[in-house]
């Protein structure tokens, strides 16, 4: 059984910062993709960042240059640096171990509130 299960969120003005943690646990395969994504009120939701087992890194154009995701495959986390945060940045933000099988697990999910 895999558990993935996010931390981090909060409310915050906007021009600050908050840093979102993901941590996997259970029986995970080495080879996935780990990623953020984030769905607002009303809102369909969407990628915002992703990062391979291997480093490499995909954004949507609205945050890149402002977020930066990392990983740590030692402790099977995933990280989501958010700087520059706008209020429409306000969403749930969900995190998901992926496989190139098409299977994902998800985490419950973090309100990122940005106030103007």
């Known amino acids: 059984q895999v558990q993935v299960v996010e931390s981090g969120g909060g409310l915050v003005q906007a021009g600050g910062s908050l840093r979102l943690s993901c941590a996997a646990s259970?029986?995970?395969?080495?080879?996935?993709?780990m990623g953020w994504y984030r769905q607002g009120l009303g809102k369909q939701r969407e990628l915002v960042a992703t990062?391979?087992?291997?480093?490499?890194?995909n954004y949507a154009d609205s945050v890149k240059g402002r977020f930066t995701i990392s990983r740590d495959n030692a402790k099977n986390t995933v990280y989501l640096q958010m700087n520059s945060l706008k209020p429409e940045d306000t969403a749930v933000y969900y995190c998901?171990?992926?496989?190139?099988?098409?299977?994902?697990?998800w985490g419950q999910g973090t309100q990122v509130t940005v106030s103007s």
């Open positions: 998901a171990l992926n496989y190139y099988t098409g299977f994902a697990y």
């Open positions: 990062i391979t087992s291997g480093g490499t890194t």
């Open positions: 259970g029986s995970i395969f080495r080879r996935n993709v």
